[in-house]
């Protein structure tokens, strides 16, 4: 073995980080070429949604075999930096765009929603057979450390029957930047001022209290090797993995359990309040059956496509995902759009032109 | 170039050869480019890697200045950057590591060179060679579900109830937090630092032992004669596994708790500078906070070239000292 091959690996974050950095520079670059016939889109961004538009991408090259679709999971923030950088034909954000990245954007970008997802607390308590009951008060307490025990008397309100120990309860949150922690967060500062005003809303927050874990996966490391943690995971993560999952009181007073379902439920019932441009935060909704800690997923394209050709098979691609490609979506753990908002994504894919002229 | 060598040569030709290839072989000359301009292409690749680090960072160097150091404060959404709990924590973990694997890894070199029967060092030292070729992120997962498990039930308690008084040991037993980081850091350095150092004691010539044993020194005085030999290997092997540890990422993140806060107590969630560039800059849309995170990657080249600085200063006073006493 010779000294070289035990150099110290000291820089391989650096270099990681280099290479982004100079792949954010060289981001003038034109986008994927077309030729042969074969439309090539390319597109990056969220995690979640990456194994339902792997699969849909495979679903829809049977049915197209001249377009090839390219979708690399890079997360929300590579997704946004790329589209806005006109790299790839369309991005991925689990959080809306905010106004000030919209400003900072070449030409009009328009949110098309394609599935919902959800965020459920997990625990693990030895004692604790039934799902537990959470108050959204509660819940921000015991994410801020105002409520340190699992005996808590306002825990013990709301779980009546349930025994539970008088032990410490150890958080534990994402320490990635994720648009699950932002989901968790926004929800957070619509239920407690306090947390609104110490921590907000963010995909890596400042967070008062607990463990950090790395993805979905090392949130549910932890909990599960430690006793008497609180933590949060995807559902679609939560129901794989058959962790336990919190019952939340919904803003209508209702305890609902995470559920596809229930997370339809609460993108239906906050359709009214959805405004024009389908940028909207459906946590904490009013719905009886809404499961409040719930949201979109989008795909972002620009209104004005530069080449017809792309343009009109990414908005036949777009057509087909939101209609042809939803009944995907319950097999892999997402939430279908509700109707009217199909309805409304619909047109928003119908206004999509090039140079003026329609494309569907 | 196909002349013949000590044929006719242009004057120009000559002089370009010549400094190439003192000899004026053609061959020599070719290779002796290849080899300038490897080393050349490394130098420019550690160049450009700080310009663009230090490019990147300007926003953020021009908002924070000197405060980005001993700030506490990592608050994304109020756009507050402070690098001190990083710099802490990626400092700490790697004495931890330190602290314990440098007298594990000399115990394993010496033993193995000094004293295992060869049937006996040849599979150890391949077992050892293959713990350093195991990808990190194994470990870490091995760090979460066997050894976080085996701190919190039988390591961690035991401490604190006898050692609970020092600041170090006091706080929530839970297995995850900075002592584990260095723990898992430890593990993943020793068979480095083990596999230099036992090539640097197999080096040492037997003529050494054996003038030691003729003067009737014991084994284990025969052993301190190697040692103090070896000591400049041994201490670049030590700052071999130093840097590995630092820039260490996957598997501290996995079981450090990765809170950006200081705290004196070794049981408490920590984070290090590898760790919250891989976790934060995947989702960083803002400008100030993607120019922070690569702040912090340049620090990370700093602190890793100050270590390697001090490294061979250390080496290389070692070395004239121990000249020094051979002369003498």
Request: with cysteine; hydrophobic share 45%; proline share 6%.
């Amino acid at each position: 073995m010779s000294l070289s091959t035990k150099v110290a690996r000291a820089g391989t974050p650096i270099a990681v980080l280099v290479i982004a950095v100079f792949a954010f520079a060289c981001s003038g670059a034109s986008g994927p070429s077309t030729g042969g016939g074969t439309i090539t889109l390319q597109g990056a961004g969220a995690t979640f949604p990456n194994p339902l538009y792997q699969k849909w991408v495979s679903e829809y090259g049977k049915l197209h075999p001249n377009v090839r679709i390219d979708y690399q999971s890079i997360g929300s923030g590579g997704g946004i930096k790329q589209i806005q950088a006109q790299t790839v034909d369309f991005g991925a954000s689990d959080a809306p765009m905010s106004d000030a990245d919209l400003k900072a954007t070449p030409g009009e970008l328009l949110h098309i929603p394609t599935v919902l997802g959800a965020v459920v607390v997990t625990y693990n308590v030895a004692s604790i057979t039934q799902p537990l009951h959470l108050s959204p008060e509660v819940l921000a307490d015991i994410f801020l450390g105002n409520v340190k025990k699992w005996d808590d008397a306002r825990l013990k309100q709301d779980n009546p029957g349930i025994n539970l120990p008088a032990a410490d309860i150890t958080v534990v949150h994402r320490a990635d930047g994720s648009g699950t922690s932002y989901v968790f967060t926004d929800y957070l500062s619509k239920v407690s001022t306090e947390w609104k005003d110490k921590v907000g809303t963010d995909k890596s927050p400042k967070w008062p209290e607990g463990q950090g874990g790395k993805g979905n996966e090392g949130v549910t490391g932890q909990i599960k090797q430690q006793p008497n943690t609180i933590g949060y995971v995807e559902l679609a993560y939560a129901v794989q993995n058959k962790l336990p999952a919190a019952l939340i009181k919904n803003a209508s007073g209702k305890f609902v359990e995470p559920s596809i379902d229930a997370v339809t439920a609460a993108a239906a019932s906050a359709s009214a309040q959805t405004p024009d441009d389908l940028r909207v935060s459906i946590t904490n909704s009013a719905g009886e059956n809404a499961y409040p800690i719930s949201s979109y997923t989008y795909i972002l394209a620009y209104k004005d496509q530069k080449n017809a050709e792309k343009g009109k098979a990414l908005v036949d691609f777009l057509w087909w995902g939101i209609h042809d490609g939803e009944q995907f979506a319950k097999d892999l753990q997402y939430a279908p759009l509700p109707a009217e908002i199909v309805k409304r994504a619909e047109a928003k894919i119908n206004s999509i032109t090039s140079g003026g002229k329609p494309l569907r | 170039m196909d002349q013949p060598i000590g044929g006719r040569r242009s004057p120009l030709n000559v002089n370009w050869k010549h400094l190439l290839s003192p000899t004026g072989n053609t061959g020599d000359a070719v290779f002796r480019g290849l080899l300038f301009i490897s080393a050349l292409l490394m130098v420019l690749i550690v160049g450009a890697m700080i310009l663009a680090l230090a490019a990147k960072s300007m926003p953020s160097i021009r908002q924070f200045g000197f405060h980005f150091l001993t700030s506490s404060e990592w608050n994304p959404v109020k756009n507050e950057f402070g690098a001190l709990p990083f710099i802490y924590g990626t400092i700490v973990s790697s004495l931890i590591a330190l602290v314990i694997s440098v007298p594990l890894s000399l115990g394993i070199a010496i033993f193995l060179v000094e004293q295992a029967p060869r049937q006996l060092a040849r599979p150890v030292t391949f077992l050892i060679e293959l713990l350093a070729a195991i990808p990190s992120v194994v470990y870490g997962l091995w760090g979460i579900f066997v050894l976080a498990p085996f701190l919190r039930i039988h390591v961690e308690p035991p401490l604190q109830h006898w050692l609970g008084w020092l600041p170090l040991f006091k706080g929530p037993i839970t297995g995850i937090g900075l002592l584990t980081g260095g723990i898992i850091l430890a593990i993943m350095v020793t068979p480095i630092i083990s596999a230099v150092v036992r090539d640097v004691l197999a080096a040492v010539p037997g003529s050494q032992r054996e003038a030691a044993l003729a003067l009737g020194a014991t084994k284990w005085e025969t052993t301190r004669v190697v040692l103090v030999n070896g000591a400049p290997g041994i201490a670049g092997a030590v700052i071999l596994g130093l840097g590995r540890a630092i820039g260490e990422t996957m598997a501290v993140t996995m079981v450090i708790g990765n809170r950006a806060h200081i705290s004196a107590s070794l049981f408490e969630s920590s984070y290090t500078i590898a760790s919250v560039i891989a976790n934060e800059f995947t989702e960083a849309t803002q400008d100030l906070y993607l120019s922070a995170l690569v702040e912090l990657g340049l620090i990370l080249f700093l602190v890793t070239f100050v270590v390697n600085a001090i490294a061979r200063v250390l080496v290389w006073n070692v070395t004239r000292k121990m000249s020094g006493v051979g002369n003498a």
